[in-house]
């Protein structure tokens, strides 16, 4: 399956209207996780504007080990509560972070970052991995995003074998 389309465009809402109409279409029948990350995390880096980083890290041995992305060479491994994806994962909550130098404990992979959104991938009320959005624009981040990554999350999550 072969997969183009300009950038959206538009107010937020509309563009997470499509983009999870697009996550659905792309992801369809296949259940594997991991291909379906990777496909995720391309598809919100080439279709959302304004980033310089998309994709997920998973909860191994209690910590967060880099998963399938798009953008520059990442962390490799985040501790449990360090950083943004750290402190997500730990409170399983989403964060949004407008400047990310003024969020205590930042772990800096890509200096031209700043703001941040992370999703906490929660299975049965357990982390087992963060989503986890960069760009280069101060206060890029809202609540519009976080409703419509946290929705794309839900989808990957019911859409994949996991665990």
Not at 2 to 30: C, H, M, V, W
Not at 53 to 73: I, N, R
Request: proline share 7%; hydrophobic share 45%; with cysteine.
């Amino acid at each position: 399956m072969s997969f183009a389309a300009p950038a959206l465009t538009g107010a937020k809402p509309d563009q997470y209207r499509e983009l999870n109409a697009q996550l659905a279409a792309l992801i369809g029948a296949e259940r594997d996780a991991v291909a379906n990350m990777a496909n995720m995390a391309a598809l919100i880096f080439h279709q959302l504007p304004d980033l310089n980083w998309a994709g997920f890290y998973l909860m191994k041995d209690g910590e967060l080990v880099l998963g399938p992305f798009q953008g520059k060479p990442a962390c490799i491994r985040i501790p449990l509560g360090r950083g943004v994806c750290g402190t997500a994962a730990a409170t399983r909550q989403t964060q949004v972070v407008p400047d990310v130098h003024a969020f205590p404990g930042h772990i800096a992979c890509d200096a031209d970052s700043r703001s941040e959104i992370v999703v906490p991938l929660l299975v049965d009320g357990e982390c087992i991995g963060v989503l986890d959005l960069d760009s280069p624009k101060p206060g890029r981040f809202d609540e519009d995003d976080r409703a419509g990554l946290e929705a794309a999350a839900h989808h990957l999550i019911a859409a994949s074998t996991l665990g």
